[in-house]
DNA sequence: TTGCATTTTCGCAACATTGCGAATAGACTG
DNA sequence: CAGTCTATTCGCAATGTTGCGAAAATGCAA
């Protein structure tokens, strides 16, 4: 019986080649780079809402103006949970993650 | 000028330690914990709505079963998003980022 | 122009997350 | 019971993110 219920594996792995070939790695690098800008666009517009310097909201999250920069710099690709929590909360926020099914169009 | 315009440091110092004061460590534990956990609950779902064993998604994302039971243990603490959404992706979904104004309860 | 605040870039050490194998345990079937 | 799939835990190396100072560039006002 095993071996009969067993292709599972191997179902995956044609899943796997059929999602990365459906969806070439280019296009999941531009949707990974405009989420990114997104993320620090986002950042951008909390801050100057709140009408801080990045020195400021800097200190308020115990780091650096130079780190600030890097966080709404459009090309930074290293955003994670913990950075984007310590600035909502710093800014009165909280973050929300969703994950949301894409529709593959026809 | 520069000397009565200066202050905005000191400014922020004190809604620094406002925030801290207003919201203890112990809270903001809490709040975290509970977000980590929401996380791990999310990705064991996604999962069990695709019907796949920690290994299967493990292979789908190029990594191994043990790092997904790590993923979907309440107690961990390192989510990034660059998991989040290969997990998203391989799962046909996106991860939607919102930051959401608290409303400080008076 | 000078002066000052702010932003940006660079480099590297420190810390955090991931990769991965191996071992263990639980559930289920025959 | 053995056999299989699944889930969990551990340790450590590899990779990625952050911390932070210093210098240079930008913007604005006097």
Redesign the interface.
Known sequence: MAKTLKP??DA??I??RR?YEG?PARL?NL??AR?NEE?AR?IHE?RAAAS??Q??LA??IGTTASVICRLENADYEG???AM??RI???????????????R?SA
Do not use: D, M, Y
Not at 88 to 102: D, K, S, T, W
């Open positions: 599972a594996s995956v792995e899943l796997h999602f969806k999941k949707e990974e989420a993320i986002k909390l801080l310097s020195t400021q200190k308020l955003h994670s949970l984007l929590r909502a909360g710093a800014l009165n926020q909280r973050v929300e993650i969703r994950f949301i099914p894409i593959r």
